[in-house]
């Protein structure tokens, strides 16, 4: 892959609008902010920069360009992250390049073409025509058929495995993507799917992961649906389908609607109701709720009218309330799922998603119609059956008022039903916070931020080089990487007696030193945010007081290393000795005053 083809993919993308699709971001000023998607923090910290085209997070240290953030928050590696973003760019990638061939990207690969090959069976072969009978049947239209590439696995034990292997890709390669069983006796695979309809199941970028597959015969023993195995590509837990399609209209619409199952799905798109995905007829998981959060925190569940629809829907909602999102629940006025009543009546479906109760009102009166709540055994009830929901609300003030909502409707105090459910219902204690796959992302140190923050000033007011200059030296930094820049910063402006950042960046990477220069953008990105409005006086006062605690804090440490060796001595105190621990103990006493100097 030549840097000419990285080059254009990032000239042809804007890291903000790449970014969104991920995180909320918020203008701030001429750059955008977010909370770290990789660290828990209740301030944003992570910032995004339009003009240099990076973010960086401040809070955890975390940076880098489009191809770090999609390596980062995907957990992939760079061939996959190259192909997500060449396909958002619309730069076409030769596939033979090295740089573009790992595991996943193989079966990647392999998957995009079973779904080309099953839809092209489907419009073309004389053996489908019962198949598309049956979408005809089911109001499903050929825009709709293409837009979600329907198709059809033959009624063969070996045609797609032969294809696919007249196609370069390995036995071992096919059924790791799912796509071939293991023979019980005797060796070799056979196709997972024969004879059925097939919906090809995408990853949020539009990438062909899995597939979810219809029996149409009313004879055909077994499941009526079979999905795809777990691989290496495919995990049911963080792919929702049709979200791909979906997401555009999401953000735009701050809310998104949760049905159960494919067609219901493709019926909404196709009815021109474009912020639907569907779960797959499994409740909603932490995972699933990551992906929607992304987009919006506003949730309108339409699982089917049956019992196991009303389950699914409960299940997630109880995942969704720990994460502190908005939840709703659609009733619907006809048809027993989404897809009939789309069908039967839009206008009335249109009609019950604004009409759409907030989740714990749908549960109030679900369960209060019920009930009698004249009799004491219905009151125990009804607080049996939504004690435990109300307990696994994260939000303290909305747990709150449910609580004397349901004291109130069932004439008991408050502090019955909260004794109720320290007794009865295991809570999950305090809200608790978001946790990300990125969670063990640690913040970054109390003087690494503050080093962080100097340089950024120094940077941003490069009046006060001067005055650092004096009080400062590089080996008040921490971090390898700030005193480095921090004596190349000072022997520059002791040169030039003057500073000139774009200047000073060109010299860094003239020097081969291009993370250092990379590193100006960021500290520049932390000025403009922080800094930018600050007064002279403030700038001034602001560095000298971070001077100051990074020189205590050197001390301290120096401090803390003498101790250590003067209880060691003392526990081998000898006449050999004594001489170092007098010279140390005079140490400690200096390093002592010097701290008290700059209390």
Known sequence: MTDSTIEEIKNRL????????????????????????????KTPSFMVSPEKQIWHCFGCGEGGDIFGFVMKIEGVEFPEALRILA???????????????????????????????????????????????????????PDAI?????????????FLFEFLKKKEYSEEEIFLAGLTVKKEKGVGYYDRFRNRLMFP???????????????????????????????????????????DQAKTSIRKEDSVIVVEGYTDCISAHQAGITNVVASSGTALT???????????????????????????????????????????????LSGKDPDEAIK??????????????????????????????????????????????????????????????????????????KERIRKTVKSPGAPV??????????PISRFLKIGEELLSLLLYFPEQISLAVKELVPEYFIEQKQSFLYKNLVIYYTKKEQFNISEFQQQLFS????????????????????????????VKQYIKERINLLKRNVISLKLKAIEQKIKVLEEQKTSQNQEEFDTLSQKFIQLTNQLRQLE
């Open 344 to 417: 039967e009546n839009k206008d009335a479906f249109l009609k019950a998603v604004k009409e759409a109760k907030p989740y714990l009102q749908y549960y109030f009166d679900n369960t209060f119609k019920n009930f009698d709540l004249s009799r004491v055994e219905d009151k125990k009830r009804a607080a049996a059956v939504l004690l435990p929901i109300i307990v696994k609300i994260a939000n303290g003030i909305e747990q709150s008022h449910w609580l004397k909502e349901l004291a109130k409707k069932i004439d008991v105090s408050e502090e019955i039903l």
């Open 201 to 243: 199941i995408n990853d949020i970028h539009g990438n062909t992961v899995g597939f979810g597959a219809r029996t149409l015969q009313k004879e055909e023993q077994g499941a009526k649906y079979i999905n795809s195995p777990e691989t290496l590509i495919y995990n049911k837990s963080h792919i929702l389908y049709g979200l």
């Open 433 to 442: 916070q978001k946790v990300t796959a990125e969670g063990s992302v640690k």
């Open 87 to 141: 396909k958002k760019a619309g730069v076409e990638l030769r596939r033979e390049d090295p740089a573009l061939q790992n595991k996943r990207t193989r079966l990647l690969d392999i998957c995009k073409l079973t779904a080309a090959y099953y839809h092209k069976v489907l419009l073309e072969s004389p053996k489908a025509e019962f198949v598309r009978e049956y979408l005809k049947s089911r109001k499903i239209d």
């Open 146 to 158: 293409e837009q979600f590439k329907l198709g059809y696995s033959p009624d063969s034990w070996d």
């Open 511 to 538: 020097e081969k030193n291009d993370e250092s220069a990379a590193y100006l953008d960021i500290l520049l990105l932390l000025g403009e945010e922080n800094f930018s409005d600050l007064a002279e006086l403030s």
């Open 14 to 41: 804007d890291i903000v609008e790449v970014l969104q699709e991920f995180i909320q971001l918020r203008k701030s000023g001429a750059n955008f902010k977010a909370p770290c998607p990789f660290h828990n923090e």
């Open 286 to 332: 932490e995972g699933h709720l990551k992906l929607i959060k992304r987009h919006t925190s506003n949730i309108i569940m339409a699982f089917d009218r049956d019992a196991a629809g009303a389950e699914a829907a409960k299940r997630g909602i109880e995942v969704a309330l720990m994460q502190e999102m908005n939840i709703k629940v659609l009733e619907l």
